[in-house]
């Protein structure tokens, strides 16, 4: 561990972990104890989770990247039962099984051709749309990684108790925007 590590705020621990808005009252100790983990085995201690990085430096805010791309989550939004937002990085905790439904297909059939206009089929893996089962998902990633967003993706396992033998475990897995 370097003098910078050692050095961090509380707020940079939770930040690095990934846990900002999971555990926020967790005592110091707890804290330097599951920061020390994450610095020695390299992994959060609360499921599995992931920051997809920005591709690109951020847009600003009336660029048309921006525009198409607050439009589309807007219309996914929607679909899904969720409140629209003004700003990207107030897309928040969209489960993967929400962004699964036939929905959000079709607003995303209705959206493409602004979105391949914008950010060009490349970008988008528009090629193998019709090979890949989350393909909502890869652009909605792609989309805002290229408007200069990170993604915190957080899986969580959950076991289900069927029988006094037998339990079943699932993921839940979670897309928030983050800067």
Known sequence: MNDTQKNLSREEKFKLIGLTDIFPEISDETLSKMYNNYIKNKCPLY?????IKAKNEKVSNDSEKYKVTINFL????????HNT???ITQ???????????NQCNIVLDLHIESIINIFGKT???YGSRT???YYVISVIKSIITNCG???KVVRERKFDHISKYTNKMNYNVTYTVII
Request: aromatic letters at 6%; glycine letters at 2%.
């Open 47 to 51: 499921g599995n989770i992931t920051i």
């Open 74 to 81: 807007n219309d996914i939004l929607q679909a899904i039962n």
């Open 85 to 87: 937002i003004t700003e």
């Open 91 to 101: 897309f928040n905790n969209v489960s993967k099984i929400e962004l699964l439904t």
């Open 123 to 125: 970008k988008i893996n």
């Open 131 to 133: 090979k890949m089962k």
């Open 149 to 151: 967003y990170s993604i």
